[in-house]
């Protein structure tokens, strides 16, 4: 079992930073993959970031260059800093760890004002 906790959400104008992050209570923390989704007001949710366990990151295009994924196996916690926010990132974003099966975290609200 693994429970993922997210922190650093909130109301950000549009142009501002945030940096999210998802601590982990499992011991097995290095093998698993690791991502940020989110999810707008009526819309399915997203892939934003992954990591996989080795570190190789891919992004969601829209994200490209302004966010950036990062773990630190030490502290069993994955970070995502955005930048150059944006009214259209206003989303709940959600943490999720996979081996074999998914965990999901209870997520965070950003919110962007233009």
């Known amino acids: 079992q693994v429970q993922l906790v997210e922190s650093g959400g909130g109301l950000v104008q549009s142009g501002g930073s945030l940096r999210l992050s998802c601590a982990a209570s499992t011991s097995v923390f290095g093998i698993l993959d690791m991502a940020w989704y989110r999810q707008m007001p009526w819309k399915e949710r997203e892939l934003v970031a992954h990591i996989d366990n080795r570190g190789s990151t891919n992004y969601a295009e829209n994200v490209k260059g302004r966010f950036t994924i990062a773990r630190d196996n030490d502290k069993a916690t994955i970070y995502l800093q955005m930048n150059n926010l944006k009214p259209e990132d206003t989303a709940v974003y959600y943490c999720?760890?996979?081996?074999?099966?998914?965990?999901w975290g209870q997520g965070t609200q950003v919110t962007v004002s233009s």
């Open positions: 999720h760890a996979y081996r074999v099966i998914g965990y």
